[in-house]
């Protein structure tokens, strides 16, 4: 397994993670929707191939209830990444996402994913978004680093993505920024390396660029720029798609670990090989950047 140090955290994280998002069950949104049974192995043969690393939200339904139920017996085998600013409301046949930035809701997220989890502590817990003013003139950041004191956190840290980022990366307070980076949204490339100077760990997120082509939930903008990019004329037998998307995003020097989603053991079993055969080559990597720019990326 690929390890990497998440920045001041000093966390020992596998270059894979695990997003958790997929695990969001009936009544919330997409097409899919994962039984309990299947969610219980799913998180379990996570853990049984090695991945140290789990995101969740309580945006994401069932997520964390169902990581609590599945991993609670294994706490120590895992870091457990959460997030706050969460105030979703359920209604009959979707869950509709909402943040809300205030001490209420920030204590009210802990308390109940401290539940849902099963466990006494969260090893980093993320803003949901927020920009810097509200973060902070709200008490917000502050009312974390209380939360540590206590103990019931580890680290803390953001996810976020432009126009927010920058002036959060300006704050320099976060153990962690989450951020989405994929060969298919090149978007925060630099702000990634200028959120790692901050010496904050980075996970990228979307780092499979959500399947691309092969994506059983298909995003017709990005296999526009797939397709535009021509990126299938530089694999062959040895590389599929999912596999130059993945290496490309460990390729970024400052990818400590990518959370990709995916409720499918196939996938999971291709996405560790794909990981553990490290970044691609140079020549490779700056083909695909020169044709993804063109595309306009
Ligand atoms: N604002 C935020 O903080 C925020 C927003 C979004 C996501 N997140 C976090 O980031 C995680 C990942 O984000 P994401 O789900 O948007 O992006 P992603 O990991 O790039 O995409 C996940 C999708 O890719 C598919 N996939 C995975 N491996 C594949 C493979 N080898 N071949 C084909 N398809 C594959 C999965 O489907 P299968 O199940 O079929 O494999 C899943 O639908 C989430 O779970 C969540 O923890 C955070």
């Known amino acids: 397994m690929r390890m990497q140090t998440l920045g001041r955290t000093g966390l020992k994280v596998t270059?894979?993670?695990?997003?958790?998002?997929?695990?969001?069950?009936?009544?919330?949104?997409?097409?899919?929707?994962?039984?309990d049974g299947d969610?219980?192995?799913?998180?379990?043969?996570?853990l049984d191939v090695g991945i140290n690393f789990i995101d969740t939200a309580p945006d994401y339904g069932f997520a964390e209830e169902r990581i609590g139920r599945a991993l609670s017996k294994r706490r120590d085998e895992f870091y457990l990444a959460t997030?706050?600013?969460?105030?979703?409301?359920?209604?009959?046949?979707?869950?509709?996402?909402?943040?809300?930035?205030?001490?209420?809701?920030?204590t009210r997220n802990l308390e109940q994913s401290l539940k849902n989890l099963q466990t006494d502590y969260i090893d980093l817990m993320q803003f949901h978004g927020g920009d810097a003013k509200t973060l902070v003139q709200d008490g917000l950041i502050d009312l974390l680093k209380e939360f540590q004191q206590q103990g019931k956190i580890r680290y803390f840290g953001v996810s976020s993505s432009l126009p927010n980022l920058p002036g959060l990366i300006e704050l320099n307070v976060f153990d962690t920024f989450q951020i989405p980076y994929s060969c298919l949204n090149r978007a925060h490339h630099d702000l990634i390396t200028?959120?790692?100077?901050?010496?904050?760990?980075?996970?990228?997120?979307?780092?499979?660029?959500?399947?691309?082509?092969?994506?059983?939930?298909?995003?017709d903008k990005l296999n526009a720029i797939w397709n535009e990019a021509g990126?299938?004329?530089?694999?062959?037998?040895?590389?599929?798609?999912?596999?130059?998307?993945?290496?490309?995003?460990?390729?970024?020097?400052?990818?400590?670990?990518?959370?990709v989603g995916t409720c499918n053991p196939d996938h999971l079993a291709e996405n560790l090989q794909a990981v553990e055969k490290g970044p691609l080559p140079q020549p490779l990597y700056d083909e695909i950047t020169a044709r993804v720019k063109r595309a306009g990326q």
């Open 15 to 35: 270059q894979l993670g695990y997003g958790s998002m997929g695990l969001r069950g009936p009544r919330t949104w997409g097409v899919r929707v994962v039984s």
């Open 39 to 46: 969610a219980d192995r799913f998180l379990n043969q996570v």
């Open 83 to 106: 997030k706050c600013g969460c105030d979703p409301i359920q209604h009959d046949d979707q869950l509709e996402i909402r943040h809300t930035w205030t001490p209420e809701v920030i």
């Open 194 to 219: 200028r959120a790692a100077a901050t010496g904050a760990g980075i996970i990228i997120r979307g780092g499979i660029a959500h399947g691309g082509p092969d994506a059983e939930i298909q995003r």
């Open 231 to 259: 990126l299938d004329e530089l694999l062959d037998e040895q590389m599929n798609r999912a596999e130059l998307i993945l290496r490309y995003t460990i390729s970024h020097p400052h990818c400590d670990t990518t959370i």
